[in-house]
């Protein structure tokens, strides 16, 4: 279980997947509207995770093979993620709206709102982290959650998008460095000019 999380490049994924929060609202002050600007991190965080797999991992490890039960988890994981995904998308639409009620509920909620979008992320991705069984990603789940506080308070400072920019950008750096030095020792412990060798001399 643990050569699946070795290379580093989960990480990577959910680095970039917090940084693209970040990023949109930069994105849609540029004219790059909804839901495109929205979409292009997560694809390219993706293309990351899929091409690094296929091109540095397996190449070096060979594909790892799960159980049933594994592949059964991998499933819900799946189902689970998308509907989270949807509802969290949906929470964040209402939210920002009642951010545009200047009424005495509208200014309560806006006050209270982000509390409550930041656990239910973390609820959110600490469930794709059981069913995943990737520890580190418990403690991405709350930089996730801290993000959204974060610019909150960071708007009475910078104001709109730079708050989310630098918030995000905080948060994420971290995780990003972390999957790049794992991603090094990965390269490091199983050089692909080793294993020709090594090849070579069995046969």
């Known amino acids: ?3 699946n999380f070795e290379d ?4 990577l994924y959910w680095g970039l997947l917090l940084i693209g929060f970040g990023v949109s609202p930069v994105l849609e002050e540029l004219g790059i509207l909804k839901p495109i600007n929205f979409i292009i991190f997560p694809l390219f965080a993706f ?4 091409i690094g797999k296929k091109l540095v991992t397996v190449p070096r490890i060979g594909r790892i093979k799960f159980g049933s039960k594994r592949i059964s988890n991998q ?3 799946f189902v689970i993620g998308t509907i989270l995904f949807i509802i969290s998308t949906i929470f964040f639409v209402l939210v920002k709206n009642t951010y545009l009620d200047t009424s005495k509920e509208g200014v309560m909620a806006a006050l209270t709102a982000p509390f409550g979008y930041a656990l239910f992320f973390i609820i959110c991705i600490s469930v794709i982290a059981y069913f995943m069984e990737f520890n580190r990603l418990y403690f991405y789940a ?9 610019a909150e308070a960071l708007y009475f400072v910078f104001g709109e998008p730079l ?3 630098v918030a995000f950008s905080i ?5 990003l460095i972390n999957g790049t030095i794992l991603l090094y020792k990965f390269l490091k412990k199983y050089s692909t000019s080793e294993m020709e060798v090594s090849h070579v001399n069995n046969n």
Do not use: C, N, Y
């Open 1 to 3: 279980m643990l050569s």
């Open 8 to 11: 580093g490049f989960w990480d």
């Open 47 to 50: 293309a990351v995770l899929f």
């Open 75 to 77: 499933i819900k994981l």
């Open 142 to 150: 709350f930089l996730f959650g801290i993000s959204i506080l974060l």
């Open 163 to 165: 708050d989310a920019l």
């Open 171 to 175: 948060t994420s750096i971290p995780i």
